[in-house]
Each structure stands twice: as structure tokens, then as C-alpha cells.
């Protein structure tokens, strides 16, 4: 009898220097984890728990969140799963956590600051993760979103910490928390840039409307200075700092990305192939090239332009 044919793993990601540059995946659903292993991603960067219980009317249970986490730790044994805590509101409402009456619900009580106000949705979320790590071998990271000061960094970190889970960190969505990322490292394990947030925030652009959707551009170089604060904050507090947004799936500005100090990149499993393909043509110096010729842009479509020529001469 032949063995079976076993397809040999692909390799991680890595610029041509041997820089190490982990690829990971964005996650909805424990469902997508096996998929997401095929195609070649080496831990989750970002599991929207959010997306489990959009359809419910009351806050999940411990009992059933753990049942999922577990779902989801147990596809990755060894390997590092960033789980973010329920970002409840905007374009991601959830009846037993969101005020719909708000006029601007983007900048209302949204992400971590809505969790903060009902301490126990928060609390009972961080005791399944807790239970989760206890059940399984994955390096489980939690996050929080929606972060836009030193002290929410700070309480967010003292409760998961409390709870026993080691590596709490904070996303980078806000300019604020761009701005002082070197602050909000002091008091997290690590920062994870949404840039689909920070892009909608900076260019001060709605994320869901049609009409400003030509300034949700990830590429315009007041964000990509932004990203700029958070990669330096991170090579000088020896912190990790990763990409979660939609930027990370754009090859080219992911090498971008990792020019400008980004250690790990997290996206769509689709996005994973192209993406390190795209890496595995760039040095580390090249990269930072690549970044510095985009940073010097005044517009996203410069940015495109100048990083490309930078990229192929
Ligand atoms: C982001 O804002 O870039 C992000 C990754 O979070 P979400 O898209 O779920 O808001
Ligand atoms: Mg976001």
C-alpha cells in the first residue's frame, strides 16, 4: 500500500536576507482555521470574536466562548493565535453591547471602550480565553480594539493578566495611540496595527460609505507615518509589532510595512501566497527603501508609484 502523498509544508515567511517575517491569518470562525493552515499561515494574527455573536441578543456564555476558543486553539498546537476582544459597535454593532442611538457610533462607545463600560462581558470573555489556554498548547495573545489611550492600554493589560493569560497586547487603530505607541508599548506586550480603522480615522473617512471611499486608502502617507511611530516604538521598547488591517494583503505594501518596522503581517488566508512570494524578492535593506521612497510621497497614488520604482531598481 502507498503512502499517502503528503504535500510538503510552505515555507514561512522571510525576506531574502533570512529576515523572518511570520505570516498569519485573520480569522471570523474556528471554521476557517484548516483552510487557513493549507494555505500556508503560521499562527492567527487576528480572530474577530465579534463575528461569533453578531446574530445574538445576549452577551455568549463562558461556557460556549470556551467551547469555541478551544475550537480555535486546538487547529494551531504550538503556534501563536491573537484572539481580539469583542469590538462591539460601528459597523460591527452587537445587541447586548451596543448603543444604536449614537449619531457618530465610529467615535461613540465602540471596542474596548464599550467592554469597559460592562466590566463583565469583558470578564467573562477573558475566563474563557483563559480556560482555552489552559485546555490546549497554542501561545494564545489577546488584544484589545479600538484603543485610544496609555491608561485603557493599561487596564486592559492589568486584566488579562489578572486572568492569567501572559502576552496581552493592544490593536493601533486610533492616531492617538499611533502618536504615543511608544507610551501604550510601555504598558502592553505588544501592538497590532489595524489599518483599516487607523486609515478611516486619520483621513477621517467612513469606512462604510461609498462617497469617501476614495480616502480609505492605506497607502496615503499620513498613514503610512503613522505606521511609521509604531514600527520605531517597537524596535526601541523590543516589543512586537504586527499588521491586521487589509494593508498587510497588499504584497507590495506589505513590504512596505516591513520597511517601516513591522515584525509580523496578518490577513485573509487568500492574500498569504502573494505576500510572501513578494517578500521572498526584497532584502531587509531593500524593504526600508522601499518604505522611506513611500514615505516622501504627498499622495497614496505617489506612494504606490515611488515605492514600486523603489522596489525594482
Ligand atoms: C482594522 O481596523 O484594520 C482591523 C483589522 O479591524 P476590523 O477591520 O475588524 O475593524
Ligand atoms: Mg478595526
Redesign the pocket.
Known amino acids: 500500500q502507498r503512502a499517502a502523498v503528503q504535500a510538503a509544508p510552505l515555507s514561512p515567511g522571510a525576506l531574502t536576507d533570512g529576515t523572518e517575517v511570520p505570516l498569519l491569518a ?1 480569522l471570523g470562525s474556528p471554521k476557517g482555521a484548516a483552510e487557513a493552515v493549507e494555505l500556508g499561515a503560521e499562527g492567527v494574527g ?1 480572530f ?1 470574536t ?1 463575528f461569533l455573536f453578531l446574530s445574538s441578543d445576549e452577551a455568549p456564555t463562558v461556557e460556549e466562548q470556551t467551547e469555541s476558543y478551544t475550537e480555535l486553539l486546538q487547529a494551531f498546537p504550538g503556534k501563536k493565535v491573537v484572539v ?1 476582544a469583542l ?1 462591539a459597535g ?3 454593532p452587537l445587541s447586548f453591547l451596543t448603543n444604536t442611538e449614537e449619531e457618530n457610533p465610529a467615535l461613540g462607545l465602540r ?1 474596548l471602550r464599550a467592554l469597559l463600560t460592562d466590566e463583565q462581558v469583558l470578564d467573562d470573555q477573558l475566563t474563557a480565553l483563559a480556560n482555552a489556554q489552559e485546555a490546549t498548547e497554542a501561545d494564545l495573545w489577546v488584544m484589545a ?2 484603543v485610544s489611550t496609555v491608561e485603557e492600554a493599561q487596564r486592559f493589560s492589568e486584566l488579562a493578566h489578572a486572568k492569567g493569560l501572559k502576552t496581552a497586547g493592544v ?1 493601533v ?1 486610533v492616531p492617538s495611540s499611533a502618536l504615543l505607541a511608544e507610551n501604550i508599548l510601555g504598558e502592553a506586550d505588544f501592538a ?9 480615522y486619520t483621513m477621517a473617512a467612513d ?1 462604510m460609505l461609498g462617497s469617501v471611499s476614495h480616502l480609505q486608502d492605506p497607502w496615503h502617507p499620513a498613514v503610512l507615518r503613522l505606521i511609521r511611530e509604531v514600527g520605531a516604538a517597537g524596535q526601541s521598547t523590543g516589543k512586537p509589532v504586527g ?5 498587510a494583503a497588499d504584497p507590495l505594501l506589505a513590504v512596505v510595512l516591513v520597511g517601516l518596522g513591522v515584525n509580523t503581517l ?1 490577513m485573509a488566508p487568500a492574500a498569504l501566497s502573494d505576500v510572501r512570494t513578494e517578500l521572498t524578492l526584497h532584502s531587509a535593506e531593500k524593504a526600508r527603501a522601499v518604505a522611506q521612497a513611500a514615505l516622501g510621497a504627498s499622495s497614496a497614488a505617489e506612494a504606490r508609484k515611488a515605492a514600486l520604482a523603489a522596489s525594482q531598481s
Open positions: 485573520n487576528l474577530r465579534e481580539r469590538d460601528a459597523d460591527k471596542g480594539p479600538m490593536m487603530e497590532s496595527i489595524g489599518t483599516n480603522d487607523l486609515t478611516q469606512r499588521v491586521c488591517g487589509e494593508a496578518s
